[in-house]
């Protein structure tokens, strides 16, 4: 996390250009270190052949001499991936709870249930190997 209260450096000193040539074409490579929300933005690239007079009106229909293209830069918080886990030990924990309330209100009423059907005498229902005299 960075300090608000402080200004985010300018784009041109984070960033960084790299150039090379892949099977015969080149390419160009746009690097942001360090990215930060603020540079959620749309950005333009635009290419020019070279030794082409370039200008600032870049259309594909107009000008066959060079091309652009509009991209939208995401950026992600560095603790994303941790949201959808707190998530799923949260709901594990609230399941957890529910069913322990449960259990335990049922083991209540399966007791309430057996001192309601027993003859009043515990010692002989809970030893069911002793005679009853009759």
Excluded at 75 to 102: H, Q, R, S
Excluded at 116 to 132: D, Y
Aim: hydrophobic letters at 35%; charged letters at 30%.
């Amino acid at each position: 996390q960075r300090d608000k209260s402080v200004p985010v450096a300018p784009l041109e000193e984070r960033s960084e250009v790299t150039t090379g040539l892949h099977d015969g074409v080149p390419f160009s490579t746009l690097k942001f270190s360090p990215a930060y929300i603020d540079d959620r933005q749309i950005y333009i690239c635009q290419a020019a052949l070279k030794g082409a007079i370039t200008t600032d009106n870049c259309d594909g229909d107009t000008n066959k001499e060079c091309d652009e293209t509009v991209t939208l830069l995401r950026v992600k918080d560095p603790l994303a991936a941790l949201y959808p886990f707190i998530g799923i030990v949260a709901e594990v924990i609230v399941l957890c709870v529910v069913i322990f309330f449960c259990e335990k209100n049922k083991s209540d009423d399966k007791d309430d249930f057996e001192e309601a059907a027993g003859n009043g005498n515990t010692v002989m229902s809970s030893n069911s190997n002793l005679r009853q005299r009759k």
